[in-house]
């Protein structure tokens, strides 16, 4: 017996070792691509207090992640799972890395009967694809949390990401509840270099379009690129201003006009002479039109540009060449002026998230490990080892993201992707986003391009 106790002693120090080393990351976004980890490890203090739910657990619970093994965000969620076998011994944990195939996999193994108690992914996306499989959890989010005294699951998490999930039930075709743990929030704003902001003698982000431009001008006379974007976020652009100005229900009724006439509104004038003054006066970086992911972060983080509207993933995405000393800045879309006032309050915003598996035979076993992934412990070594925004309150979070944090807690509603401009995602792939570019490179007048958008979107739809 002192042999096998020795033994297990030893296992269990080299599989806390093993799950420490380092790797490499990716970042956490609806088009997420591999990058270098940050220099660190990951070495848990005394283990998390298990609930008092936790008595008695035993059987095996099956876990599927939706990070690759090589990823931070892999090497926490594997600590994590280590403490919680350490409290609960009696469980066993089947932990499968998929990466972002899990979207593709995850609904043929459920409707097979595949034992999958606990899921990861985008539930905006997620939950409507397999919402005949969902465990619906409020029961659950009153039983203590790990790790935080005397608070319920939900009130160890943060509200705003705990109302956004609940309000993905109904559109998803289920009763309202929630059905998600969020996990690994994210925001998109703009991000910038602050020493580049500095040299131009700019210290505080702008708040409203006519600040927005002066401080263009500054950056460009400091020689000095001031907005630069890409292929895989040219869409943030064009919806950010547009929400701004008018709301993200309003940008919804304007993609989906099959008639044509919202896109000679005053305000899409108004944006596209924006746009080509943008151009004449050289606050658009001179390789915009050819800039191919991840080229424009790259020279956001080497000087060349000084603003990129993006996640906040992004910090990650590219520490590797930013380095630990990298002085990051965001701020929301700038107020656009002449608007109807209802995109003041807007920020795109959400999480992945956690979701179980209503046919699972461990439930109770399977929302304690969930405890334990969303626990402030092991929120806290996320934002250490990937620079995520914790999920848990109370929590600080990453240096590079303080300023997305008071965004993010003052957001008043939730703007989809893109802020609406992808809710017709053929038509904005196919028309919006190349005409856009149109008017971007200066090929088009901002009379041409009210002519042109409105002539496409009848001819769109003319042809469903």
């Known amino acids: 017996m002192q042999r096998n106790k020795i033994f297990s002693i030893l296992l269990t120090v080299m599989m806390i070792f093993l799950a420490v ?16 980890a940050p220099a660190a490890t990951t070495e848990p203090t005394s283990a998390a207090e298990p609930s008092p739910d936790a008595v008695g657990l035993e059987g095996k619970v099956v876990f599927w992640s939706m990070w690759s093994d090589t990823e931070p965000q892999a090497k926490v969620i594997k600590v994590a799972v280590d403490e919680f076998k350490a409290a609960n011994p009696k469980v066993a944990v089947d932990l499968k890395f998929t990466g972002r195939d899990i979207r593709k996999l995850i609904k043929p193994a459920l409707d097979g009967g595949e034992q999958i108690d606990i899921f990861e ?60 743990i969020p996990q690994q929030p994210f925001a998109v704003l703009f991000f910038y270099n602050k020493e580049v902001f500095e040299k131009a003698g700019i210290t505080t982000p702008p708040s409203s379009w006519e600040q927005f431009m ?55 004038l108004q944006f596209a002479k924006d746009m080509v003054m943008m151009k004449e006066k050289g606050y658009f970086s001179s390789k915009l039109a050819g800039s191919k992911y991840p080229a424009a972060q790259q020279d956001l983080v080497f000087g060349q540009s000084a603003a990129y509207l993006n996640g906040t993933w992004l910090p990650n995405e590219v520490s590797a060449t ?21 995109g003041q309050n807007e920020l795109t915003f959400g ?44 929590t600080e979070w990453p240096a590079a993201l303080a300023e997305a944090e008071a965004a993010i807690n003052n957001a008043k509603v939730n703007a989809p992707w893109g802020y609406g401009i992808n ?14 570019m149109e008017l971007a490179a200066g090929k088009l007048t901002a009379d041409a391009y009210v002519n042109k958008m409105s002539a496409e979107a009848k001819k769109f739809y003319g042809t469903k």
């Open 423 to 436: 809710n017709s995602a053929d038509f904005s792939k196919g028309v919006i986003v190349p005409v856009f």
């Open 351 to 394: 999480a992945q998230a956690l979701m179980l598996n209503k046919n699972s035979s461990n439930k109770e076993a399977a929302i304690e490990l969930v405890k334990y992934l969303v626990s402030q412990k092991t929120q806290a070594e996320m934002v250490k080892q990937a620079q995520a925004i914790p999920v848990s309150i109370d």
């Open 322 to 342: 930013a380095g630990p000393d990298f002085k990051w800045g965001s701020f929301q879309f700038p107020t656009v002026p002449n608007g109807n006032g209802k």
């Open 214 to 268: 002066e401080y263009c001008e500054l950056i460009k006379k400091s020689g000095v690129a001031p907005i630069t974007f890409d292929d895989a976020y040219r869409d943030l652009f064009i919806g950010g201003y547009l929400s701004s100005a008018m709301g993200n229900e309003w940008v919804d009724a304007l993609v989906n006009d099959k008639t044509g006439e919202m896109w000679k509104d005053p305000i899409i």
């Open 21 to 36: 080393g380092c790797s490499n990351s990716k970042s956490n976004n609806p088009e997420v691509t591999e990058s270098p």
């Open 121 to 180: 992914d985008d539930p905006s996306v997620t939950m409507a694809i397999v919402k005949d499989h969902l465990l619906k959890l409020d029961e659950y989010l009153a039983t203590p949390s790990v790790g935080m005294e005397g608070k319920s699951l939900q009130d160890s998490l943060m509200p705003s990401l705990m109302d956004w999930t609940k309000s993905l039930s109904v559109t998803a075709g289920l009763e309202e509840g929630h059905y998600a």
